[in-house]
Nanobody, 115 residues
């Protein structure tokens, strides 16, 4: 499975961004897709995930501000981010998990929120 992210950038606090991640390869093995982020000096953390059945899981810090969506016809997962805060600044990584509990990662896309 290969994952390619896009959509990061610089935005002012309170603004919005949408990240996209396109999956290719053995996508029929994917059980869930999602987004993680890593800020400088911090560990990578879960942002949001969605299973093939549509069950979602969000970090408490983004609930009500971020929405994860999947377009299975396009093999794409999106992260709609709103009411952005400087503390949302991080490299955002797309993730896919297959039926063997193997994780796949994209190359990451930088999101910077200025105050």
């Amino acid at each position: 499975v290969q994952l390619v992210e896009s959509g990061g950038g610089l935005v002012q606090a309170g603004g919005s961004l949408r990240l996209s991640c396109v999956a290719s390869g053995t996508i029929f093995t994917i059980n869930a897709m999602g987004w993680y982020r890593q800020a400088p000096g911090k560990q990578r953390e879960l942002v949001a995930t969605m299973t093939n059945g549509g069950r979602t899981n969000y970090a408490d810090s983004v609930k009500g501000r971020f929405t994860i969506q999947r377009d299975n016809a396009k093999n794409t997962v999106y992260l709609q981010m709103g009411s952005l805060k400087p503390e949302d600044t991080a490299v955002y990584y797309c993730n896919a998990e297959d039926g063997y509990n193997t994780d796949y990662w994209g190359q990451g896309t930088q999101v910077t929120v200025s105050s």
